[in-house]
């Protein structure tokens, strides 16, 4: 009985860490499901400008993310969901020739965008310096409703940063990710459950 008795608390703080545990799991789980579900929504729809959230580029060439990013927000704008397109993202280095949204202008008039229905801003670097910028020219040239357009899995931080900044805008997630393979889907989606919670504290990068 002695024995019984001096193992009993031990045995409920077990009990009481599984339960935690167990809790912890569910949570991340539910996070990591909502992070997917918004990512295969589509709201496009009529908006005043089609933003596209920079990413990498190689000189003057987009990288694959970003080509396909790009690619979404012209298909978006020949429908007719908005008549202008903001190409958003700074310079990837000190010896970078071109801003990710100049590549980008450069890839949309390539693809004939005319040159008057794109705006670019030369600064930002991060997910919420992309949506600082736009949202400046966006002001600049009384702009209110705007489509997102990211990566599926970067689509629920994306709009939840632009509504922390008053932005109203609907996502448009890219209909295919470049990242195909379960490692690379299952390390962007890790690293998205980090920013929502980190997120909860304001805006981050």
């Not at 965008?113 to 310096?129: F, K, N, Q």
């Not at 932005?167 to 989606?189: C, Y």
């Amino acid at each position: 009985m002695k024995r019984q008795r001096q193992r009993t608390p031990g045995r409920r703080l077990l009990r009481l860490l599984l339960r935690v545990l167990l809790l912890c799991v569910l949570w991340l789980a539910g996070v990591a499901a909502w992070i997917v579900h918004v990512g295969n929504r589509d709201d496009a729809g009529p908006a005043d400008a089609i933003v596209v959230l920079g990413a990498a580029a190689y000189d003057a060439v987009p990288s694959p993310v970003f080509e396909a990013r790009i690619a979404h927000g012209l298909d978006l704008y020949r429908a007719g969901h908005a008549k202008t397109l903001i190409f958003t993202g700074g310079y990837g280095g000190a010896s970078a020739r071109f801003s990710e949204s100049q590549v980008a202008r450069r890839y949309a008039l390539r693809k004939d965008i005319p040159g008057d229905a794109i705006l670019i801003e030369s600064r930002s670097r991060t997910t919420l310096e992309n949506l600082v910028e736009a949202r400046q020219l966006m002001q600049e040239h009384g702009l209110h409703r705007v489509i997102i357009v990211s990566d599926p899995l970067h689509m629920a931080r994306a709009l939840r940063t632009a509504r922390a900044l008053g932005i109203d805008a609907v996502g448009s997630p890219t209909p295919s990710t470049r990242f195909r393979t379960l490692r690379t889907q299952s390390e962007f989606l890790a690293r998205e459950v980090y920013f929502f919670h980190r997120d909860l504290f304001g805006p981050g990068d």
